[in-house]
């Protein structure tokens, strides 16, 4: 058995080691800008669903408001590039900035709204979302209900739109192995035991507001560094586009579906519902594509209630001799 699980690690590495070299050169292939387009969508949904999980899947505090934080970072983005003009380092260096910004208007939100538990937590989480929204429309300094033009690099589109690719791409890895490794840290076994019971791991030395505290403002920044990127890919945005609620609830959805127990879930849940939703609404009337959506998490709930990864660990236990 010692030299099984060299083997299996060795093949894992291996395998991560070619899909990552495959989607580094796959924009430079010349391949349709529909595909360079998707998996762009895709790298921005796992990178915010896998932060979301912080949060919501190891500390069980159900956020319905990240779209704001997504937004404040493009929006943040975009004034940064305008202050300092416009550029192809510029455009890509003002998202960090703008994920500070997003980490910090989470803090400020987060000290009061953290205190709440539950359904109330989550009501508040949506209502902040609706809030943001409104106020960026009514203020003439971004834009208002025009929103705002963002220049672009000064590189050919198809240039400028690759390495924008690579940006989310390197976004999403960096997220993935910073939510990981919190997942086998002191600080992940915290927000783990917030969510079984906040009382007793208290009274275990847990200090359960801080621990909070931090998962939610690291759980913004992501999110907002993507909104960032997300501003320079779109060079337009609008309150209503990037501070679209639905986007918030997608968000929880992909994480859940996958299960938020491990940092595994909300990547399949964001890969696989972003593949279905985009066959959906290829070749499904979008009506028929809402129904089948809505159904097919309807399903996922009843039978898989802990999201896919642990339905299918559970399958495995079952039928694994003993």
């Given at each position: 058995?010692?030299?099984v699980?060299?083997?299996?690690t060795?093949?894992?590495v291996?395998?991560?080691?070619?899909?990552s070299a495959?989607?580094?050169?796959f924009?430079?292939?010349?391949p349709?800008?529909?595909?360079?387009?998707?998996?762009?969508?895709?790298?921005?949904f796992v990178?915010?669903?896998s932060a979301?999980n912080?949060?919501?899947?190891?500390a069980?505090y159900?956020?319905?408001?990240h779209a704001?934080?997504?937004?404040?970072?493009?929006?943040?983005a975009?004034m940064?590039?305008?202050?300092?003009?416009?550029g192809?380092a510029?455009?890509?260096l003002?998202?960090?900035?703008?994920?500070l910004?997003?980490?910090v208007i989470a803090l400020?939100?987060?000290?009061?709204?953290l205190?709440?538990?539950?359904p109330y937590f989550a009501?508040?989480t949506?209502?902040?979302a609706f809030?943001?929204?409104?106020?960026?429309?009514?203020?003439?300094?971004?834009?208002?209900?025009?929103?705002?033009?963002?220049k672009?690099?000064?590189?050919?589109?198809?240039?400028?739109?690759?390495i924008?690719?690579?940006?989310?791409?390197l976004?999403m890895?960096?997220?993935i192995l910073?939510v990981?490794r919190?997942?086998?840290?002191?600080?992940?076994?915290g927000?783990?035991a917030?969510?079984?019971d906040e009382?007793?791991?208290?009274t275990?030395a847990?200090?359960a507001?801080?621990l909070?505290?931090?998962?939610?403002?690291l759980?913004?920044f992501?999110p907002?560094?993507a909104?960032?990127?997300?501003a320079s890919?779109?060079?337009y945005?609008?309150?209503?586009i990037v501070?679209?609620?639905?986007m918030?609830?997608?968000i929880v959805l992909?994480?859940l579906?996958?299960g938020g127990?491990?940092?595994?879930g909300?990547v399949?849940g964001?890969?696989?519902?972003?593949?279905?939703n985009?066959?959906l609404?290829?070749?499904v009337?979008?009506e028929?594509a809402?129904?089948?959506?809505?159904?097919l998490?309807?399903v996922?709930?009843?039978?898989?209630?802990?999201?896919?990864?642990?339905f299918i660990?559970?399958?495995?236990q079952?039928g694994?001799p003993?």
């Amino acid at each position: 058995m010692a030299s099984v699980c060299p083997t299996k690690t060795a093949k894992k590495v291996v395998g991560i080691a070619l899909l990552s070299a495959i989607l580094l050169v796959f924009p430079w292939l010349g391949p349709p800008v529909y595909f360079i387009s998707f998996l762009y969508t895709v790298f921005m949904f796992v990178c915010m669903a896998s932060a979301w999980n912080l949060i919501g899947g190891y500390a069980g505090y159900l956020s319905f408001g990240h779209a704001a934080f997504f937004g404040t970072g493009a929006y943040a983005a975009a004034m940064l590039t305008k202050a300092v003009g416009p550029g192809t380092a510029s455009n890509l260096l003002c998202s960090i900035p703008s994920g500070l910004v997003a980490a910090v208007i989470a803090l400020v939100v987060g000290y009061p709204c953290l205190k709440l538990r539950g359904p109330y937590f989550a009501v508040i989480t949506l209502c902040f979302a609706f809030v943001v929204q409104l106020s960026v429309q009514n203020l003439g300094v971004l834009g208002g209900p025009d929103g705002l033009w963002i220049k672009g690099m000064d590189l050919p589109v198809e240039t400028g739109r690759s390495i924008l690719y690579e940006s989310m791409l390197l976004l999403m890895a960096i997220t993935i192995l910073v939510v990981e490794r919190i997942e086998h840290s002191k600080f992940g076994a915290g927000l783990r035991a917030i969510k079984q019971d906040e009382e007793v791991a208290q009274t275990m030395a847990v200090n359960a507001p801080r621990l909070k505290m931090g998962a939610f403002a690291l759980s913004a920044f992501f999110p907002g560094v993507a909104g960032g990127l997300h501003a320079s890919y779109l060079t337009y945005i609008h309150p209503t586009i990037v501070f679209d609620v639905n986007m918030s609830i997608l968000i929880v959805l992909m994480a859940l579906f996958g299960g938020g127990a491990s940092w595994l879930g909300p990547v399949v849940g964001a890969v696989l519902l972003s593949f279905i939703n985009e066959l959906l609404s290829t070749f499904v009337k979008a009506e028929l594509a809402r129904i089948i959506y809505g159904s097919l998490f309807i399903v996922v709930i009843i039978f898989m209630p802990n999201g896919i990864m642990e339905f299918i660990r559970k399958r495995k236990q079952t039928g694994s001799p003993h």
